[in-house]
């Protein structure tokens, strides 16, 4: 008698795109997105880096850390942020302060829902744009 046939290229396919969906979201956790950052933001790590996106009054600030979570720099460093909601796309202009890029949000832009892209290098290095769901789901403060 047998209990089980070999696999059809079907039941391939689901395995093979639970296996990366499963493999993707382990990765994601192991750095550190499941819970807030150092400064109470979400963090995203789009490179050799992580991003670190925290809302403030009006407007956010995005800190560029290292692997270890620490260490913000804005030397040789840039911050480029769109969002994207109801069907249109708001390019938010970054100016870097001492230890995080400001990013005020422009009239008639809420974080309440849509996407956030953060376009960032730090200290020279490059990386891929980092996506967060809006609302955040961490807010510092």
Same mark, same amino acid.
Do not use: K
């Given at each position: 008698? /047998?209990?089980?046939? !070999?696999?059809?290229?079907?039941?391939? !396919? %689901?395995?093979?795109?639970?296996?990366?969906? #499963? %493999?993707?979201?382990?990765?994601?956790?192991?750095?550190?997105?499941?819970?807030?950052?150092?400064?109470?933001?979400?963090?995203?790590?789009?490179?050799?880096?992580?991003?670190?996106?925290?809302?403030?009054?009006?407007?956010?600030?995005?800190?560029? #850390?290292?692997?270890?979570?620490?260490?913000?720099?804005?030397?040789?460093?840039?911050?480029?942020?769109?969002?994207?909601?109801?069907?249109?796309?708001? /390019?938010?202009?970054?100016?870097? %302060?001492?230890?995080?890029?400001?990013?005020?949000?422009?009239?008639?832009? !809420?974080?309440?829902?849509?996407? @956030?892209?953060? !376009?960032?290098?730090?200290?020279?290095?490059?990386?891929?744009? %980092?996506?967060?769901? @809006?609302?955040?789901?961490?807010?510092?403060?």
């Amino acid at each position: 008698m /047998r209990w089980f046939s !070999s696999p059809t290229p079907r039941m391939a !396919s %689901a395995v093979l795109a639970s296996s990366v969906l #499963l %493999a993707g979201t382990t990765a994601a956790l192991a750095h550190g997105e499941a819970e807030p950052g150092p400064h109470g933001g979400e963090i995203r790590m789009p490179g050799a880096f992580h991003t670190e996106v925290v809302a403030a009054s009006g407007a956010l600030r995005v800190y560029l #850390l290292d692997m270890q979570f620490e260490n913000p720099q804005t030397a040789e460093s840039s911050v480029e942020v769109t969002v994207r909601q109801q069907g249109e796309t708001h /390019r938010v202009e970054c100016t870097a %302060a001492e230890r995080a890029f400001r990013c005020p949000l422009p009239d008639g832009v !809420s974080l309440n829902a849509g996407a @956030l892209e953060v !376009s960032a290098v730090r200290g020279g290095g490059q990386s891929w744009d %980092a996506e967060y769901s @809006l609302p955040l789901a961490f807010s510092g403060g």
